[in-house]
Structures are given as structure tokens and as C-alpha cells.
Nanobody, 117 residues
Framework: QVALVESGGGLVQAGGSLRLSCAAS????????MGWYRQAPGKERELVAF?????TYANFVKGRFTISRDNAKNTVYLQMNSLNSEDTAVYYC?????????????WGQGTLVTVSS
């Protein structure tokens, strides 16, 4: 089992920045990758960025966001710059863990990011 705790969300003005953090605990030794997804009201959850062997970003990131991982702290970060109102959403952390029978996704509780115009 893996527990994920996100932090760093909040209210920011358009053009501003936020840094999200996600700390993993529990069975972290078999985590293959970690990443961030987001879900805006009335929309489906979508990938923002993921870091495993490589970094993957959604097209809408357009160089504004950077994902990083501190393995010593079992923490993944998402630095978000040049935020706009379309970035308003609940941001969820995900860990992909290798189980004996396959891979399993673990999710955090989400952190709200609100960008005011």
C-alpha cells in the first residue's frame, strides 16, 4: 500500500506560480513512477505530467510546468508558472506501483488550485 499526501494548492492570480508537492509513504520501494493529474469542474480527469524513466507532459503545459522527483524524500513536485484561469482544477497525485500481479495506481486526495483572472 502507498499513501500520498499533496500540498501546495491555493489561490493565485493569473500569471503567478505555485509549487505542488506530493509525499509518498508506505510501500514506496516498488513505485515505478509518479505524476500529476487534474480535474476541472464538469470535466474528466486529465494527465498533467508524469515522471518515471522519462518525463511526460500534457500539451497544454507548453513549457510552463516542470515535474521533478526527490527519491530520498519519496516526493514529487510540480512547479507551475504562468498560470491562467484554465489551470483552475483539483490536482491529484498518482503513484504507479509494481505489485506481484501487475501495476496498480494509487491516488492522493487532491489539492485545489484556483487561478483568478
Amino acid at each position: 500500500q502507498v499513501a500520498l499526501v499533496e500540498s501546495g494548492g491555493g489561490l493565485v492570480q493569473a500569471g503567478g506560480s505555485l509549487r505542488l508537492s506530493c509525499a509518498a509513504s508506505g510501500g514506496v520501494g516498488s513505485i515505478n513512477g509518479m505524476g500529476w493529474y487534474r480535474q476541472a469542474p464538469g470535466k474528466e480527469r486529465e494527465l498533467v505530467a508524469f515522471i518515471g524513466g522519462i518525463r511526460t507532459y500534457a500539451n497544454f503545459v507548453k513549457g510552463r510546468f516542470t515535474i521533478s522527483r526527490d527519491n530520498a524524500k519519496n516526493t514529487v513536485y510540480l512547479q507551475m508558472n504562468s498560470l491562467n484561469s484554465e489551470d483552475t482544477a483539483v490536482y491529484y497525485c498518482k503513484a504507479l506501483r509494481r505489485e506481484p500481479w501487475g501495476n496498480k495506481d494509487y491516488w492522493g486526495q487532491g489539492t485545489l488550485v484556483t487561478v483568478s483572472s
